[in-house]
């Protein structure tokens, strides 16, 4: 293997997609993917999102707040227990400012409200892919 093609399969960022609208996962997924990022998992609920978390180790998690069987603000709470140098970003619809607050206090490093523009989501993942772990 060349050291490029090296150097770039080491750094690839690897992102868990967190929501339980199948819809919204796929969207988030294909737009992770024209910026870079390869898929590390994606997840319907916290409890499956806590799960892939601790196994797989992500560089970056997308988490939706609202959600079945665990919410989003308990998932990332966990995470961060686990992990507390997690980078966890929350994807919230645009009334869920003080649940933002609450993820913000709890470890979140930033939001993503829905419904979001493909441009504003791809500069997103751009910023990210680059910023160090």
């Known amino acids: 293997m060349s050291k490029s093609v090296e150097d770039s399969a080491m750094s690839a960022k690897r992102v868990l997609i967190v929501d339980d609208a ?11 993917e024209s910026a870079g990022w390869e898929i590390a998992g994606e997840a319907k609920n916290g409890e ?21 069987k665990m919410d ?9 227990q686990h992990d507390p140098s997690a980078r966890v970003v929350m994807v919230s ?13 709890a470890g ?13 989501l791809l500069g997103f993942f751009e910023k990210y892919l680059s910023a160090d772990r």
């Open 72 to 80: 989003g603000v308990a998932a990332l709470k966990q995470m961060m």
């Open 48 to 68: 499956e999102a806590v799960a892939m978390f601790d196994s797989e180790r992500p560089d970056l998690v997308t988490l939706d707040i609202v959600m079945p």
């Open 93 to 105: 619809a645009v009334n869920q400012k003080d649940k933002l607050a609450e993820c913000i206090q």
């Open 22 to 32: 199948l819809i919204i996962r796929k969207r988030i997924r294909d737009i992770a």
């Open 108 to 120: 979140a490093i930033d939001f993503i409200v829905k419904p979001f523009e493909k441009a504003s």
